[in-house]
């Protein structure tokens, strides 16, 4: 970005900034001179880069003649005046500092050096290369790590200037009172999806009663994520106090549940695993039935309102208010039902079997695999007892 070659006017504070209470205390370096300013983000945003000029007096002194800064939310502020090429620094979204140091310019009139490193290894020097000899650094309580802004004294240069960080925060933070805009409880982005089918039919051989497992594992990629206007350093781990809808279903029919207590990570993704396992009893001939398994997805875009709770490492506790879409993709529990193929009505003697008897019918794919390779005649025998499924044969017992 250009500046106009004049001199900079001295941005006053920005709207809504941080409170002074969880600020971290830092004495500015430099002289006395100048007309004040603050460049200090609004509640819920930070500093995301800074530019800094400099220039040297007639003695050959080095000093901070211009700063600039740009907070995450793309608001500017600048003090100062700009010289040539500024040194500039771009935080990364985690990113926060761990030390910090400033320097007069020698003769105590103005702002000289700063130099500071990151929780990711960089540095970052502007100003004077080196102090002089008789220079005393003066070190900043760099408190959370998170620069939010400057604050100071300028002119035509930067008289002087003190960092401004946030307190030293607890990592646990939440967001509290969610507020989402109205939506059908009953549809909203559901959609009723098919995980497998299968037909069971009595053996040809007859026999006593016999029974089938129907079961599996599908996995399905769930999601929660909430879009903010707040700096992505308040993003990390994060908790939601309730108010987060799931999907409650029935046979072939679901809807949206608010919930009131529940508490999730405020944004993830990954994959879950939908399971199922029927044992289906067959009686006689009669009793031939399919059976199928499926799921309600559910998918949310919807705008939100909250309060992010942020408390200090002293005791403090803060509350800013925020707002931004939120965006699920939920799963309902597995729906099943077996259904008589003569009428359509429900096999009655149908039970569930615990979730982890579901890896019975996955070992029998492979049973069933060797199965079909083998030669009709020795295989004829074994498969009397066997079910065709879809992608799996199936063990029918006495």
Same mark, same amino acid.
């Given at each position: 970005?250009?500046?106009?070659? %004049? /001199?900079? #006017?001295?941005?006053?504070?920005?709207?809504?900034?941080?409170?002074?209470?969880?600020?971290?205390?830092?004495?500015?370096?430099?002289?006395?001179?100048?007309?004040?300013?603050?460049?200090? $983000?609004?509640? *819920?945003? #930070?500093?995301?880069?800074?530019? @800094?000029?400099?220039?040297?007096?007639?003695? !050959?002194?080095?000093?901070?003649?211009?700063?600039?800064?740009?907070?995450?939310?793309?608001?500017?502020?600048?003090?100062?005046?700009?010289?040539?090429?500024? &040194?500039? @620094?771009?935080?990364?979204?985690?990113?926060?500092?761990?030390?910090?140091?400033?320097?007069?310019?020698? #003769?105590?009139?103005?702002?000289?050096?700063?130099?500071?490193?990151?929780?990711?290894?960089?540095?970052?020097?502007? *100003?004077?290369?080196?102090?002089?000899?008789?220079?005393?650094? @003066?070190?900043?309580?760099?408190?959370?790590?998170?620069?939010?802004?400057?604050?100071?004294?300028?002119?035509?240069?930067?008289?002087?200037?003190?960092? +401004?960080?946030?307190?030293? /925060?607890?990592?646990?933070?939440?967001?509290?009172?969610?507020?989402?805009?109205?939506?059908? %409880?009953?549809?909203?982005?559901?959609?009723?999806?098919?995980?497998?089918?299968?037909?069971?039919?009595?053996?040809?051989?007859?026999? &006593?009663?016999?029974?089938?497992?129907? !079961?599996?594992?599908?996995?399905?990629?769930?999601? /929660?994520? @909430?879009?903010?206007?707040?700096?992505?350093?308040?993003?990390?781990? #994060?908790?939601?106090? !309730?108010?987060?809808?799931?999907?409650?279903?029935?046979?072939?029919?679901?809807?949206?549940?608010?919930?009131?207590?529940?508490?999730?990570?405020?944004?993830?993704? &990954? &994959?879950?695993?939908?399971?199922?396992?029927?044992? +289906?009893?067959?009686?006689?001939?009669?009793?031939?039935?399919?059976?199928?398994?499926? +799921?309600?997805? !559910?998918?949310?875009?919807?705008?939100?309102?909250?309060?992010?709770?942020?408390?200090?490492?002293?005791?403090?506790?803060?509350?800013?208010?925020?707002?931004?879409?939120?965006?699920?993709?939920?799963?309902?529990?597995?729906?099943?039902?077996?259904?008589?193929?003569?009428?359509?009505?429900?096999?009655?003697?149908?039970?569930?079997?615990? $979730?982890?008897?579901?890896?019975?019918?996955?070992?029998?794919?492979?049973?069933?695999? $060797?199965?079909?390779?083998?030669?009709?005649?020795?295989?004829?025998?074994?498969?009397?007892?066997?079910?065709?499924?879809?992608?799996?044969?199936?063990?029918?017992?006495?």
């Amino acid at each position: 970005m250009r500046f106009h070659p %004049l /001199l900079f #006017i001295a941005t006053t504070a920005l709207a809504a900034p941080w409170s002074g209470d969880i600020i971290q205390p830092n004495t500015p370096v430099g002289g006395n001179t100048g007309t004040a300013f603050s460049l200090v $983000a609004e509640e *819920g945003i #930070i500093l995301k880069t800074l530019r @800094f000029w400099r220039d040297e007096e007639d003695t !050959g002194r080095p000093f901070i003649r211009g700063l600039e800064v740009t907070f995450t939310d793309e608001k500017k502020g600048a003090a100062g005046k700009p010289t040539k090429t500024p &040194k500039e @620094f771009t935080f990364e979204p985690d990113e926060v500092i761990t030390q910090m140091s400033m320097w007069g310019n020698g #003769i105590g009139t103005k702002t000289g050096r700063i130099y500071f490193k990151t929780s990711k290894g960089r540095e970052y020097l502007a *100003g004077r290369d080196e102090p002089e000899a008789h220079q005393t650094e @003066f070190p900043m309580d760099v408190g959370s790590g998170i620069l939010v802004g400057f604050s100071g004294q300028s002119g035509e240069d930067i008289d002087h200037v003190a960092p +401004v960080f946030l307190k030293t /925060l607890k990592k646990e933070r939440r967001l509290e009172e969610l507020k989402l805009e109205e939506f059908d %409880l009953t549809k909203e982005g559901l959609k009723l999806e098919s995980l497998d089918e299968g037909e069971f039919q009595f053996p040809a051989d007859g026999g &006593k009663e016999h029974k089938a497992t129907f !079961g599996d594992t599908v996995e399905k990629t769930v999601s /929660l994520g @909430f879009e903010s206007s707040l700096a992505e350093t308040f993003s990390l781990g #994060i908790t939601i106090g !309730g108010g987060v809808p799931e999907i409650v279903s029935a046979e072939f029919s679901a809807g949206w549940e608010i919930t009131d207590t529940k508490t999730e990570k405020q944004e993830f993704s &990954k &994959k879950e695993g939908l399971t199922w396992n029927l044992e +289906v009893e067959l009686k006689g001939p009669e009793d031939a039935c399919k059976c199928t398994a499926s +799921v309600f997805m !559910g998918t949310l875009d919807l705008a939100y309102t909250a309060v992010l709770v942020i408390d200090t490492v002293e005791g403090g506790k803060f509350r800013i208010p925020t707002s931004g879409r939120m965006k699920q993709v939920s799963a309902s529990k597995v729906v099943t039902s077996c259904k008589l193929l003569s009428s359509g009505e429900p096999l009655q003697s149908v039970k569930s079997l615990p $979730a982890g008897d579901a890896a019975v019918a996955a070992d029998l794919v492979t049973d069933a695999a $060797a199965l079909a390779a083998a030669p009709e005649a020795e295989a004829a025998p074994a498969k009397r007892g066997l079910m065709r499924f879809p992608r799996r044969w199936l063990q029918i017992g006495a």
